[in-house]
């Protein structure tokens, strides 16, 4: 079965640096979100992408954040500067279409800042 | 005012028990409605989804919308270990998801 895959699964970083978060899409999805789950907390929205541009994004998806898709098949979360509060799960998910409700995890890149 | 309200439980049920999950939402212009499953640590998993009112059926599981009161439910026959798990609810407008908080079930053997 098709899936969403996400890499790394963990990553650990000190407080200032960047971090890449990457995701590759299930292959016939055109529609791509990252979302945030802080421990415990509900599973928030940060931004979506479609044509190789983002469609929308919110208010926590400030100048510190950018995605891109380098290569037509990974789609990236970059964080520049991390703060500890960035420390959450980051999930990608994907759609095939952008105006219906069917979206498809991954299975998170846990982001621990130091 | 939160978009997608559900009740964070937890919810500890024994096996065989029928669950019941439930969920509101404010914006009428939702149309698409979809619950998930998540196990800990784990990306959620879509396990339901609907269009606008009425019922949809599969398996065990049973999701129900009623646009009227703007309400979403979750109904699971025959609960079973396998189902502890948190069920998160959402919905979908333009080109945005909304999640509830989660419903944390436990099904006790």
């Known amino acids: 079965e098709p899936e969403v895959t996400q890499t790394p699964s963990h990553q650990v970083t000190q407080m200032g640096q960047e971090v890449i978060l990457r995701c590759v899409p299930i292959?016939?999805?055109?529609?791509f979100y990252w979302y945030r789950q802080i421990l415990g907390q509900k599973v928030e929205f940060l931004v979506s992408?479609?044509?190789?541009?983002?469609?929308?994004k919110s208010e926590i998806f400030d100048d510190q954040f950018s995605v891109e898709r380098p290569d037509g098949s990974n789609f990236t979360l970059k964080i520049r500067s991390t703060k500890l509060e960035d420390s959450a799960m980051y999930f990608c998910?994907?759609?095939?279409?952008?105006?219906?409700?069917?979206?498809?995890f991954g299975e998170g890149s846990r982001l621990t800042v130091l | 005012q939160k978009e997608v309200e559900q009740d964070p439980g937890p919810l500890s049920v024994p096996e065989g028990a029928i669950v019941s999950l439930n969920c509101t939402y404010s914006n009428s212009a939702f149309q698409y409605f979809m619950w998930y499953r998540q196990y800990s640590r784990k990306g959620p998993e879509l396990l339901m989804y609907t269009y606008s009112s009425g019922n949809k059926e599969d398996g065990r599981f049973t999701a129900q919308v009623d646009k009227s009161s703007k309400y979403i439910s979750l109904f699971i026959r025959d609960s079973q270990p396998s189902d502890s798990a948190t069920y998160l609810c959402a919905s979908y407008t333009g080109n945005q998801f909304y999640f509830g908080t989660g419903t944390s079930l436990t099904v006790i053997p």
């Open positions: 292959s016939n999805h055109l529609y």
């Open positions: 998910a994907t759609s095939r279409q952008g105006n219906t409700g069917e979206l498809f």
């Open positions: 992408f479609y044509n190789n541009e983002i469609s929308e």
